[in-house]
Each structure stands twice: as structure tokens, then as C-alpha cells.
């Protein structure tokens, strides 16, 4: 027997958002926090050799370090993707939502890498130079910034649960 449409796709049913809505934010999240330790990977690490993921021993232990690390980006940008591509499959993708969870996560990461691996457990600097004051401001002002967006989208954008209203979001 075959499913009706409107029993198949319930998309613009404001129940499928409410269910849906976390796993939305969820899913830009982890996409996110891969992509940007990714980009932090390929391009901090490997092109312009500034530092290594874990830089107090050797280079050979560093490097290795940065293998665990683009392991780790990579499972975390699979696992967004494989959520992304569910809620697109259940037709219950709120893009806005979405980008609003990646850029949470990509802030989050990048903020957390600023302070608590940078400064906190000094595992490694962004560069070692004598001025890196200036490189830590523009790096943890920048993850502030993508928080800041994310929030706001994800706030725009919370379920009609959490605001009482119904509200369709065709895209």
C-alpha cells in the first residue's frame, strides 16, 4: 500500500519543525566544528606551518597530533553531513536553522581553541611570535563574532513550541 503524499511529507506541518528543529541545529553544529578545525588543520598546520596541534614535543609527536586531529575534523564533518542529508530525506531541512548551528559550532570550536588549548593548557600558540596578543584578539573576536550570528539566527528560528506560534517554513 502506498503512502498518501500529504502522510509522507508532512514538511511545512509545524509538528515535523518542532521534531526536527534541534537536530537542524545539531547538524550545522558538528558540520561546523569540522569544518573549522579543517580549515584550522590545512591552513595553520600544513600550509603555514604556524604550530601543530600539540607542540611541546617533538616534531614527529606533533605531526602525529595533527593526524588525530584531521581524523577528528573529518568524523565530525561526516557525521553533520550524514544528519544533513537525513533531514533533507524527511524533508525537515530548515536552512536557516542550520546555518545558524554552524556557525554556533564553527565559533564554539574556534573559541575553545583560542582559549582553553591556546592560553589555558598552552598545548600550542596560533603563531610564535613576540606580539601574538594581536593574532589571540583577531582570533577569539572573529569565534565571538560567528557565536554571536549563530545565536541570532538560531533564535529567529526556534520552534513554534518554544514561541507559541505556527508558522510555516517552506524554503
Not at 511529507?9 to 578545525?37: C, E, M, Q
Not at 602525529?64 to 568524523?75: E, R
Not at 600558540?125 to 549563530?150: E, K, T
Request: net charge positive.
Amino acid at each position: 500500500m502506498q503512502k498518501s503524499r500529504s502522510n509522507s511529507n508532512p514538511y511545512p506541518n509545524s509538528t515535523n519543525h518542532d521534531l526536527y528543529s534541534k537536530r537542524n541545529v545539531w547538524s550545522g553544529v558538528l558540520f561546523g566544528i569540522g569544518a573549522v578545525a579543517f580549515m584550522d588543520e590545512a591552513v595553520f598546520h600544513q600550509l603555514l606551518h604556524w604550530h601543530h596541534f600539540y607542540d611541546k614535543s617533538t616534531t614527529n609527536v606533533g605531526l602525529i597530533s595533527d593526524g588525530l586531529f584531521h581524523a577528528f575534523s573529518w568524523f565530525a564533518t561526516i557525521g553533520g553531513l550524514f544528519m544533513y542529508a537525513d533531514l533533507r530525506r524527511r524533508s525537515a531541512l530548515y536552512r536557516a536553522r542550520w546555518w545558524g548551528g554552524l556557525l554556533l559550532g564553527a565559533g564554539s570550536f574556534q573559541l575553545y581553541d583560542g582559549l582553553i588549548q591556546h592560553k589555558l593548557m598552552r598545548i600550542h600558540q596560533i603563531r610564535y611570535v613576540d606580539n601574538v596578543i594581536l593574532y589571540d584578539m583577531i582570533w577569539n573576536i572573529l569565534a565571538a563574532c560567528l557565536i554571536l550570528i549563530g545565536l541570532i539566527l538560531v533564535y529567529r528560528t526556534r520552534s513554534s513550541q518554544e514561541t507559541g506560534k505556527v508558522y510555516s517554513n517552506v524554503h
